[in-house]
């Protein structure tokens, strides 16, 4: 079975690429994946699936770093003229851009898999050495970028869907695609979570693509070492006064903003593991002659744990509370993304390996460790609380650039492996008969 899946995935591998190249095309940053949800969401009904969109996926008030009210009509419009499915764009109205498939197969375990959709705010580059540029798929959307491949993610989710969608009846079990809006900036994979979506999952996978040394591609299971975090907007409100008038009416919302980054960035470190601490931008006053009574920041914090990353929370906002009370001011804080760390069952990663090297003849790599901070953690976090596995997956390729780069583009062997990959498990996890 594993060697016709493969041949019949090769089969398909120009249509995977063009796929792709439209979805790099129409680039859309996170919550404004209305035209890629609206496309996904008809291909997986075309497919026999049943479909979730909307405000289904995605719990309202758990969505974290939306864009403003403008911005989303703005895009819808976008969207609509730019070839989204007119029925379901309708769905995805003010950023309820999530979508999630459900093929039911009978009695068996429930396999979720996660994939991202959305680019990054990256002006994508323009010249001749750059092929997206070159063959012509480059962004069209201004100021936005498939710089991470999410492109690539989205297409290997509905090419696994239409395989999957093929063998349907030789599957027992439930199968549940589920592909999350707003990855970058960590905003969006928790409004899943909260919705109850992983509740009876038994195995969730994800995987990210990763830049390979060489020529190769290799596939990695067990990726971790992704940190923790929260990002957190921050305003100090005062009241402003004039400052060689009577100063002492006045409340310093910049002196509380400053207090509060000089002690921020001072927090006793952690012995639990790793951590991180940036207050990034900080905006504060409206005139030399006026007590400032308005100070906005942005900050993160991370951890090489989930309670690392608690603790450094917890700091920051003490902190925030008394340099505000200090001087007299009032706070206020909004979370705009969290994660929490992958953690990878170790009996389902290195199942995953045996299936990818003995079954599928992928290369492996070891994974190491992946630095930055991925959501998909709150759907390893909420599987493996209810008893179930996860594991993450780096499936390594060649790159043009480094990630997040102007300049990045993959190597489109990268569709056939992923699709190749999320079926192997499937029929590893759910299949029956013939192996
Ligand atoms: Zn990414």
């Not at 297409?155 to 599957?171: P, W």
């Not at 998909?376 to 179930?388: L, N, S």
Request: overall charge negative.
């Amino acid at each position: 079975m594993y060697e016709k899946l493969a041949k019949r995935i090769d089969g398909i591998a120009e249509e995977l690429k063009m796929t792709r190249r439209d979805f790099h095309k129409h680039a859309e940053t996170g919550w404004l994946e209305m035209r890629t949800a609206s496309l996904v969401a008809r291909k997986l009904t075309n497919l026999g699936y049943e479909v979730l969109i909307g405000a289904d996926v995605c719990k309202d008030e758990e969505r974290m770093g939306l864009p403003p009210q403008d911005v989303l009509d703005q895009h819808y419009q976008w969207a609509l003229e730019h070839g989204a499915d007119p029925e379901f764009v309708q769905n995805t109205r003010g950023g309820f851009t999530g979508v999630i498939g459900i093929l039911r197969c009978g009695e068996g375990p429930v396999v979720a898999m996660r994939f991202d959709m959305d680019a990054l705010g990256v002006v994508e580059a323009e010249n001749e050495q750059h092929r997206p540029s070159r063959e012509e798929f480059a962004s069209m959307t201004p100021g936005m970028m498939h710089a991470c491949g999410h492109d690539g993610h989205t297409t290997i989710g509905l090419g696994t869907a239409a395989i999957l969608a093929e063998i349907k009846d030789q599957l027992t079990g439930t199968v549940k695609l589920i592909f999350q809006p707003a990855e970058e900036g960590v905003r969006g994979s928790h409004s899943i979570v909260e919705h109850g979506h992983l509740d009876d999952v038994d195995y969730v996978m994800g995987a990210h693509l990763m830049g390979s040394e060489d020529d190769e591609c290799y596939i990695c299971p067990g990726l971790a070492g992704t940190l923790a975090t929260t990002k957190l907007d921050v305003v100090f409100k005062g009241k402003p006064a004039h400052a060689g008038v009577d100063p002492q009416l006045g409340k310093n919302a910049m002196l509380a903003a400053a207090t509060a980054v000089m002690n921020i960035q001072a927090i006793p470190r952690h012995g639990g593991g790793d951590s991180r601490i940036n207050v990034g931008t900080l905006h504060a006053g409206s005139g030399r002659n006026v007590v400032c009574d308005n100070a906005k920041m942005e900050l993160e914090v991370r951890g090489e744990t989930t309670e690392v990353n608690a603790y450094m929370e917890a700091y920051t906002l003490d902190i925030l509370r008394g340099a505000a009370m200090m001087h007299g001011c009032t706070l206020e804080t909004k979370k705009m993304g969290s994660a929490a760390a992958i953690e990878c069952t170790p009996a389902f990663t290195e199942h995953i390996k045996k299936v990818c090297t003995e079954k599928l003849h992928m290369k492996y790599q070891n994974p190491g460790d992946m630095g930055g901070s991925e959501d998909f953690a709150y759907m390893t976090k909420r599987v493996i609380e209810k008893g179930g596995q996860a594991c993450f997956t780096g499936i390594r390729i060649p790159c043009s650039a480094p990630f997040h780069n102007s300049g990045f583009d993959f190597d489109e062997r990268a569709l056939t492996m992923g699709v190749k990959f999320y079926t192997g498990m499937v029929w590893d996890l759910l299949g029956k008969g013939e192996n």
